[in-house]
């Protein structure tokens, strides 16, 4: 589903033109040689409801987690994830739409947010109109018309 993807693309450029100094962000599974700090997006729900003929409104449930900087003992550092908790939240909320890379235009619907163990995250609801396909018909070339009388 092409919408799916374009809301998995607005998310990670927002992350990306608000956290420049955090390249990684996995979307599928944390890989090997996992680092810190480092992004993960997970899609949660999709549901979309039929608004007329033409078109349904889709909407799509992502959840951030941000995975903080770890001291030598492995412990991460909270002054960190406040800070940057707090520019995912505002990064998130200045606008109430989400433009993709694509055009798509997605509207921020709610946020949600919190600590988990030693990560922040946030629930991202997103909502976008989309148009269905019309049918395409063979279109006539020309019409006779018999005279009768």
Do not use: C
Request: hydrophobic share 40%.
């Amino acid at each position: 589903m092409p919408m799916l993807r374009s809301s998995l693309d607005a998310i990670r450029a927002k992350l990306r033109a608000t956290f420049p100094h955090i390249p990684r962000i996995d979307v599928n599974y944390a890989p090997s040689g996992f680092q810190e700090p480092s992004f993960y997006v997970q899609w949660l729900e999709y549901d979309a409801d039929s608004l007329n003929v033409s078109g349904y409104q889709a909407q799509f449930a992502w959840e951030i987690v941000y995975f903080p900087p770890t001291d030598e003992a492995g412990d991460p550092d909270l002054f960190d994830l406040l800070e940057t908790a707090g520019r995912m939240l505002a990064a998130f909320m200045a606008s109430p739409v989400l433009t993709a890379p694509d055009g798509s235009v997605f509207e921020i619907v709610e946020v949600q947010g919190g600590r988990r163990d030693d990560e922040a995250y946030l629930r991202i609801e997103l909502s976008a109109d989309v148009e269905r396909e019309r049918p395409q018909y063979e279109r006539m070339n020309s019409v006779r018309f018999d005279d009768v009388v």
